[in-house]
């Protein structure tokens, strides 16, 4: 992890360094701080009369304290949610394609904020909300995945062009050599979305054709617990027993049981490294 040092510096440090590394804007000693950003040294970051460093190299605990105490510092503990803000801007953010750094950036005004958890970036259009699977990991091609298909997550995924009943969906996701996918996260859900056209919906590998109301949700061989309906469903009504991720409203992200006669697109999954028994 990263390591913040933060050092105050008071006018008599030129007479005695007893204030130098105290990391408490009132000790009685430094009655008078330093307002100037020159009086950091190089690599350091001015504020509220201190001074503070996010260090390049990462340290467990003990060794970063010691760091700090080689810098001619303090490791740093923040007191208010002012001086928490400023440090948690001041440590990089780090964006990837693969394995490549993206140095581009394109921050909404106000933002980044850095409020409490929020760790990641998102690609904000039109009233979507696009969240990235955590900045580390940005969607990209692979060229361990098909042409037309998408990487995300060490898996290939597929939104089909033609439009199918539900039992042939899952029959055309195994002809392409993959499986009808079902999203395990909030994360996958959000990113499946991020493919589907605009006010469409593609089914997903749920379904209660063996027992009403009973879904099971399946991805090959393996069952899928998670969920994310809709609050209004699954409402059970005569002859909906398939399951589709929707984006037919721009808000929509969530499942809803339908007839399995309809005729949507579908979502296929494979892996880039073989884990899926298809």
């Given at each position: 992890m990263l390591c913040l040092v933060s050092?105050?510096?008071s006018t008599s440090l030129l007479i005695s360094s007893s204030c130098f590394g105290v990391v408490a804007s009132q000790d009685p000693e430094c009655p008078t701080f330093v307002s100037d950003n020159s009086s950091c040294p190089e690599a350091w970051h001015y504020w509220g009369n201190s001074c503070y460093r996010i260090t390049e190299s990462n340290f467990p605990w003990s060794k970063a304290r010691d760091e700090c105490r080689n810098l001619g510092g303090v490791?740093?503990?923040?007191?208010?949610?002012?001086?928490?803000?400023?440090?948690?801007?001041?440590?990089p953010w780090k964006c990837r394609e693969g394995n490549v750094e993206v140095a581009y950036r394109n921050w909404y005004?106000?933002?980044?904020?850095?409020?409490?958890?929020?760790?990641?970036?998102?690609?904000?259009?039109?009233?979507?909300t696009k969240w990235l699977?955590?900045?580390?990991?940005f969607m990209s091609d692979n060229s361990s995945c098909p042409e037309s298909w998408h990487y995300?997550?060490?898996?290939?995924?597929?939104?089909?062009?033609?439009?199918?009943s539900w039992s042939e969906a899952r029959?055309?996701?195994?002809?392409?050599?993959?499986?009808?996918?079902?999203?395990?996260?909030?994360?996958?859900?959000?990113?499946?979305?991020?493919?589907v056209p605009d006010d469409s919906d593609v089914w997903i590998d749920c379904n209660d054709q063996e027992?009403?109301?009973?879904?099971?949700?399946?991805?090959?061989?393996?069952?899928?617990?998670?969920?994310?309906?809709?609050p209004t469903q699954p409402d059970n009504k005569v002859n909906e027993q398939?399951?589709?991720?929707?984006?037919?409203?721009?808000?929509?992200?969530?499942?809803?049981?339908?007839?399995?006669?309809?005729?949507n697109m579908a979502v296929c999954k494979m892996a880039a490294r073989p884990f899926l028994q298809v």
């Open positions: 050092v105050i510096f490791l740093a503990v923040p007191s208010s949610s002012q001086e928490s803000d400023f440090i948690a801007n001041l440590i005004p106000g933002e980044p904020n850095d409020k409490e958890d929020e760790d990641c970036g998102m690609y904000y259009r039109r009233g979507i699977d955590q900045c580390f990991t995300w997550g060490n898996s290939c995924y597929k939104i089909t062009e033609t439009r199918f029959d055309e996701c195994r002809n392409l050599g993959g499986v009808l996918c079902v999203p395990s996260s909030d994360q996958e859900n959000d990113v499946i979305v991020n493919w027992v009403k109301g009973i879904w099971k949700c399946r991805e090959g061989n393996e069952e899928i617990t998670y969920r994310n309906w809709d398939c399951v589709v991720l929707s984006k037919m409203c721009e808000m929509k992200r969530q499942w809803f049981d339908v007839s399995c006669q309809r005729h």
